[in-house]
């Protein structure tokens, strides 16, 4: 016997079956006669004209649906009351069917998607309707957000009671998404001249931490990360960062860090949303820039880079004597011209963030000084999902997985659907 061959043809001889009886069960009768209007949106009324009938895709296979059909003979608007009831208003998709999809969409490339339906369900399914299904739904996520994001900013959220947090991180990051031509017109490459192809997301991660191990080195809570990003301005990245630290209990917090790279935007947001917590730029990315200049300066010259190296980034920078790194900078001379701009630039970005770089007093309170979490957020959350090869995203594409990935990761996807079950 072929057990495979014998399983699956079982598999599917019950879904046939199955689906046979659940469009009995969606044979909707005719309304009795005094029920054959309805309020319309317009506020005239909406009468019934016939039963109609739809396929529904279902997690049996293919099914129908027959219910009544009313329609407004003011607005000519027609309604299907039965679907809202059924979670099928405006789709040919069932509700079990569309959770698959966003759930095989959030992790993989939509054809790939469209393989796992066919093997796992016995769905057969096109690969655009993943797409469309999944990003329809993260688009719900997205829209659910933007709602939290407007109640937060207005303080119209509930309090939320719960344990303290002894220490609270929200780290930053940008990571370019490829993109579709239209999406970066008129904007500018990184290099010169050359059109950008890519679109930055700004991406957000909050975790916790309460201890350290015996070196005194901050260990992170096992699974406190949650992540929330898309592309759109620092502005309103700035209240997504805030809403999740939000939930994530910083106003509870004992202690609180901010955490990127040296980027501007980053900081300011720091300032707008989060004053009063201790603000550390990235160690990793704080010695690149001396990396950086130690190459341009000593150009081939490995060994003189090693020892500017050990005196500017042993010495100054990792003991947090800043402006002893600063003044040391400031004092090179060099005649040619792109260097001395060079060794301008990375003094003032000393300069700016010296507050940020104490790290022997930040590794004294046994905090985190290096932004690994969010780079690895970077790598998880957008480039494994958004930047394979061949992929090229619109704006409103990409934050809608951007947006169905992170309530997936963030274990909150139940919650989500239940939600909008709920209304
Ligand atoms: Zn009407």
């Known amino acids: ?130 797409e469309r299904t999944a990003e329809a739904i993260g688009e719900s996520v997205a829209a659910r957000e933007r709602e939290q994001i407007r109640r937060a900013m207005q303080l119209d959220l509930p309090i939320v009671v ?8 929200v780290q930053m990051d940008g990571t370019g ?39 005194g080195y901050a260990i992170r809570d096992a699974d406190s990360t949650t992540y929330t990003g898309a592309i759109e301005t620092a502005e309103e990245f700035g209240k997504r960062i805030y809403l999740e630290a939000w939930k994530r209990g910083w106003s509870r917090a004992h202690k609180k860090v901010v955490m990127g790279d040296g980027a501007e935007w980053i900081w300011n947001l720091a300032h707008q949303h989060f004053p009063g917590a201790v603000e ?53 001379q060099s005649t040619h011209t792109e260097i001395s701009e060079k060794i301008r630039t990375e003094a003032d970005y000393f300069d700016t963030n010296a507050e940020r770089m104490r790290y022997p007093q930040f590794r004294r309170q046994h905090l985190f000084v290096g932004s690994g979490v969010i780079e690895a957020g970077c790598k998880t959350v957008i480039g494994s999902r958004l930047k394979q090869s061949g992929m090229f995203w619109t704006v409103r594409g990409a934050n809608s997985i ?17 939600a909008r079950r709920a209304g």
């Open 280 to 332: 550390i730029v990235d160690l990793y990315h704080a010695r690149q820039h001396l990396w950086d200049l130690a190459r341009k300066l000593y150009p081939n010259d490995h060994l003189a880079q090693k020892a500017w190296m050990k005196l500017h980034q042993k010495r100054l920078l990792d003991k947090g004597k800043i402006e002893k790194l600063v003044l040391s900078l400031r004092s090179i």
């Open 177 to 215: 998404v490829p993109v579709v031509k239209k999406e970066t017109v008129g904007r500018k490459g990184k290099t010169d001249g050359q059109p950008a192809h890519t679109r930055e997301v700004k991406l957000g991660c909050v975790f916790t931490q309460t201890g350290w191990d015996q070196e």
């Open 1 to 130: 016997m072929d057990l495979e061959a014998v399983e699956n043809a079982l598999r599917t001889a019950l879904h046939q079956a199955g689906a046979a009886g659940l469009s009995e069960l969606l044979q909707y009768e005719a309304p009795a006669p005094q029920q054959r209007q309805l309020p319309c949106s317009c506020g005239h009324y909406a009468q019934y004209q016939a039963l109609r009938s739809k396929p529904v895709l279902t997690v049996l296979g293919p099914a129908r649906v027959s219910r009544p059909y009313y329609l407004c003979s003011q607005c000519h608007h027609g309604q299907f009351p039965a679907d809202a009831e059924l979670d099928v208003e405006d789709t040919e998709v069932s509700p079990g069917v569309r959770r698959m999809m966003a759930m095989v969409g959030a992790t993989d490339p939509f054809d790939q998607g469209r393989q796992q339906l066919q093997v796992l369900a016995g769905l057969e399914v096109t690969t655009k309707a993943v």
């Open 402 to 418: 951007i947006a169905l990935r992170s309530c997936h990761l963030n274990a909150r996807f139940e919650d989500y659907w239940e």
């Open 162 to 169: 719960g344990e303290p947090v002894p220490i609270l991180y």
